[in-house]
């Protein structure tokens, strides 16, 4: 079985963008494995914990990415409160996309399409995390 090492985000600005993704996840910054790392601080790669070690870390590496309009793997977001989260998260520097809502069997879900400051699509949805 495979397991997620890490989520890698193509940036133009890693420092920036690990901000952002910092605040809006309540995650530490942490040093580089040795072979990320060398023996000075490196602007092109910032490294993102949990500090509960539940979710994989989130790498953000300086490269060229391709389009921020089709991307097939985005984060989903799970709050109790997504109005006060969206807002939190707008405050941080995201820009809101749409909401949507769709139904499913008996229940309907509602969730808010965001980028972040670089443009990276993700959701917040009406969820308690797991």
């Known amino acids: 079985m495979a397991s997620i090492e890490k989520i890698t985000y193509a940036c133009n600005s890693p420092d920036r963008l690990a901000t952002f993704w910092e605040q809006a ?9 040795s072979e990320l790392a060398d023996e000075t601080d490196d602007p092109d790669h910032v490294l ?11 790498l ?8 921020t309009e089709d991307i ?7 709050t109790k409160e997504r109005a006060a989260t969206v807002e939190r998260l707008e405050d941080l520097g995201a820009s809101t996309v749409e909401t ?20 990276n699509g993700f959701c917040v949805c009406d969820r308690a995390s797991r």
Do not use: C
């Open 25 to 33: 996840l309540e995650r530490d910054r942490v040093p580089l494995p």
């Open 48 to 58: 993102l914990a949990d500090p509960d070690g539940r979710s994989p870390p989130l």
């Open 60 to 67: 953000f590496k300086r490269l060229p990415k391709g389009s």
């Open 72 to 78: 097939p793997i985005h984060l989903d977001l799970a």
């Open 100 to 119: 949507k809502r769709e139904r499913f069997h008996e229940r309907t879900e509602e969730w808010t399409v965001m980028k972040d400051p670089e443009g």
